[in-house]
């Protein structure tokens, strides 16, 4: 008996933005608190007032580039392939903001929290300008309900891959211990992420 294996390409185009953002998201959200905290010293009343700062942004940027994205007359927001394709490198530049210092910080210096406001909320508007082209591209792919099943499954394993980069990021940089090994991985999934994110362009046959 012979097992046939068909590969889905557009969900296979739409998994790799899952696997690219994922790596990212996993590991800006586990280690940035830490990183500002412990090696930039950060004062706990900047660290609020970033935090408060990075929640208003939030709320603001998910109906904003919603309704850009929906509204706009320029290929780059309204056609959502192309929202993934351009706003990946930004994304993956925006991911490493946090990991290079812009100076070296003394205790609870200022500019360290102009960093960490800058690094949220810029990282912030990348992945909700890249992620929601992403989640109007699900009901644009297909209307068939086995095909939304196949993209499913296609996604759930690519989250699952790029959850492990925290496991891989924590053995090389021995738990950021070693910040050059750390801002290297940094570099390197930043990369990874950024080719994952417009591998769709070669998987999906259809022009963009």
Known sequence: MTLSFRINRPA???????????????????YYVKLFLNRYKISEGSFHQAQVVFMIWNAINDPL???????SKSDFCSIRRRSILFGAPFYALAFLIPWFPWKDYTEGEWLSGIHLV????????????????????????STKHESRLQLIKYNQVASLLGSSSILFCGLISDNMENITRFQT?????????????????FVWSDPV
Do not use: P
């Not at 899952?18 to 959200?29: D, E, P, Q, R, V």
């Not at 990348?126 to 929601?132: D, H, P, R, Y």
């Not at 991985?185 to 362009?201: E, G, I, K, P």
């Open 12 to 30: 296979l185009a739409y998994s790799m933005t899952t696997l690219g953002a994922g790596m990212m998201n996993h590991i800006f959200n586990f």
């Open 65 to 71: 580039f919603g309704y850009i994205q929906d509204n």
């Open 118 to 141: 800058v690094a949220l909320c810029v990282f912030d508007g990348m992945l909700t300008f890249v992620l929601l082209a992403q989640c109007a591209l699900f009901a644009e792919i």
């Open 185 to 201: 991985f940094t570099l390197c999934v930043a990369v990874l992420s950024t080719v994952c994110m417009c591998l769709y362009r």
